[in-house]
């Protein structure tokens, strides 16, 4: 099946600072893709909707200017998170669609101090 | 908003025991997808469900849509440890391109 890799698997970052994630298609074009976040023992909830080559789509309740979201190519969808907190702590996860199912990344833990 | 909701939230068996997840949308829905995540892991596609009423089998999986397509049921037959995780649906609604999750099934198999 597909590949989605992602990088890096774990990060700590301090309050304040940014970091970002990237996710990767490896064995397919993907000109959309998708960013989730999971708190542990609960479900994935859609932050946005990651378009090759035009702006990305929100949902309601996600902070735009906080979650920036880059679809630079085909292949590489990247989601910076912008002066943590350590609310943002949780588990971010990426998919992308090559056909109908979605193939997710491995994840990140994103752990902010 | 559209909900998907799961029940039972938790589930823990004896190994050989059967287990059934079901899923129930708010809104009528275009197709639905079976996902499942180990502790630790990603979530990994299972199966897609299109047509009212549809059943399909996957050895001791069986899952089911619903004849108003607007629930589904995910059934394992025998379950062995290797079926621990949690299970998800994922629910798209006709004129939309997002899945939604639903809140997931944990499933606890005890050898």
């Known amino acids: 099946g597909a590949v989605v890799s992602q990088h890096p698997s774990r990060v700590i970052c301090k309050s304040g600072t940014s970091v970002k994630i990237e996710c990767r298609s490896l064995?397919?074009?993907?000109?959309?893709m998708f960013w989730y976040r999971q708190f542990p023992k609960q479900s994935l909830m859609l932050m946005a909707t990651s378009n090759e080559g035009s702006k990305a789509t929100y949902e309601q309740g996600v902070e735009k200017d906080k979650f920036l979201i880059n679809h630079a190519s085909l292949t590489l969808s990247t989601l910076t998170v912008t002066s943590a907190h350590p609310e943002d702590s949780s588990f971010y996860i990426c998919s992308a669609r090559p056909i109908y199912e979605q193939y997710f990344g491995p994840g990140t833990r994103l752990t902010v101090t | 908003g559209q909900q998907v909701m799961q029940i039972p939230q938790y589930q823990h068996v004896q190994e050989g025991e059967d287990f059934t997840t079901y899923c129930n949308s708010s809104t009528t829905l275009s197709n639905i997808q079976w996902y499942k995540q180990r502790p630790g892991g990603h979530p990994v596609f299972l199966i897609q469900?299109?047509?009212?009423?549809e059943v399909k089998k996957q050895k001791r999986l069986t899952f089911q849509f619903g004849e108003a397509k607007k629930n589904s049921s995910l059934h394992i037959t025998a379950t062995q440890t290797t079926d621990v995780g949690t299970y998800f649906c994922a629910a798209l609604t006709s004129g939309t391109y997002k899945y939604i999750f639903g809140t997931g099934t944990r499933l606890k198999v005890l050898a």
């Open positions: 064995d397919f074009q993907a000109t959309t």
């Open positions: 469900l299109v047509k009212s009423g």
